[in-house]
T-cell receptor, first 115, second 115 residues
């Protein structure tokens, strides 16, 4: 079975400070990992993905994520947070060779960037 | 522009009434998905379809029905059997073959409220 855990319901950070939103996963075999962002009353927007290759993945709006196979983690990071980054962030996973099974999403982490 | 369109944006349902949420995509995507979003519970999969005239139940299919008569369309009916339908409903789509990533494209959502 596939699963995703986002251990923090809420993350607060001051504008200009680095931010981290945590994600751990469980799959059989190699993972296919995503981060999405959701603004109020909107659908989810793609931020970045990891399939294979470099463990540090760069995505939209200055976000990046670090894949750590030994810790089964895929934490989202940004060196300097903006107030406009305040939103709900979702991590998602499926096994790379799972025959197109649907993505499994975490429960989401609400990021609040304070000016 | 290619995209995925959900309508209506807001929908009100009376007790005992069936309602249908529309989802249309012009991305030529193979698979389509319906998720339900409740505060603090993340996204839960209701139904998905990977090919026309075929669909599979997700984790919370009870009280819902779908059809996939055309590749572009995947309507969701919330039946009177769904006892707690008030939620934000998200439709998504993706390719299943060919080059590139298989991330999901999401619609803007439909907020359903029981009155």
């Amino acid at each position: 079975a596939q699963s995703v855990a986002q251990p923090e319901d809420q993350v607060n950070v001051a504008e200009g400070n680095p931010l981290t939103v945590k994600c751990t996963y469980s799959v059989s075999g190699n993972p296919y990992l995503f981060w999405y962002v959701q603004y109020p009353n909107r659908g989810l927007q793609f931020l970045l993905k990891y399939i294979t290759g470099d463990n540090l993945v760069k995505g939209s709006y200055g976000f990046e994520a670090e894949f750590n196979k030994s810790q089964t983690s895929f934490h989202l990071k940004k060196p300097s947070a903006l107030v406009s980054d305040s939103a709900l962030y979702f991590c998602a996973v499926r096994a790379l060779n799972s025959g197109n099974t649907p993505l499994v999403f975490g429960k989401g982490t609400r990021l609040s960037v304070i000016a | 522009d290619g995209g995925i369109t959900q309508s209506p944006k807001y929908l009100f349902r009376k007790e005992g009434q069936n309602v249908t949420l529309s989802c249309e995509q012009n991305l030529n995507h193979d698979a389509m998905y319906w998720y339900r979003q409740d505060p603090g519970q993340g996204l839960r999969l209701i139904y998905y379809s990977q090919i026309v005239n075929d669909f599979q139940k997700g984790d919370i299919a009870e009280g819902y029905s779908v059809s996939r008569e055309k590749k572009e369309s995947f309507p969701l009916t919330v039946t009177s059997a769904q006892k707690n339908p008030t939620a934000f409903y998200l439709c998504a789509s993706t390719r299943l073959t060919g080059p590139g990533d298989y991330g999901y494209t999401f619609g803007s959502g439909t907020r359903l409220t029981v009155v």
